[in-house]
């Protein structure tokens, strides 16, 4: 069991910048696939930014690429999502997420998952 404690997201102007950090419960993090998705209200959940055990691969969604950058500490159990140049469309509820490192870390398909944390972006 992982348990995944999201934090960073706050209220901020349009085309700030904003750093989301997750924090991941388990002695073998470095075995975990780890992504961020968004849900907005009214619409579905959507991916946005994974990387795989090692952090030296990662993928993100045309909406998001060249703005947003995800990383990760395997050494402090942290994954992180540099976000850039923030709009409105952005404004969302950010999930951490994570999986074995036995699955391919580009599909959406996600096990553990954390409680979520609120970015605003005012216009």
């Known amino acids: 069991q992982v348990q995944l404690v999201e934090s960073g997201g706050r209220l901020v102007p349009a085309g700030a910048s904003l750093t989301l950090s997750c924090t991941a419960s388990?002695?073998?993090?470095?075995?975990?696939?780890m992504a961020w998705f968004r849900q907005a209200p009214g619409k579905e959940r959507e991916f946005v930014a994974a990387?795989?055990?090692?952090?030296?691969?990662?993928t993100s969604s045309d909406s998001v690429k060249g703005r947003f950058t995800i990383s990760r500490d395997n050494a402090k159990n942290m994954v992180y999502l540099q976000m850039k140049t923030l709009n409105p469309e952005d404004a969302a509820v950010y999930f951490c997420?994570?999986?074995?490192?036995?699955?391919?870390?580009?599909?959406?398909?996600?096990?553990?998952w954390g409680q979520g944390t609120q970015v605003t972006v005012s216009s």
């Open positions: 388990t002695p073998t993090f470095h075995f975990y696939h």
């Open positions: 997420a994570a999986k074995l490192y036995i699955n391919n870390f580009r599909t959406p398909q996600y096990e553990y």
């Open positions: 990387i795989d055990w090692s952090g030296d691969a990662t």
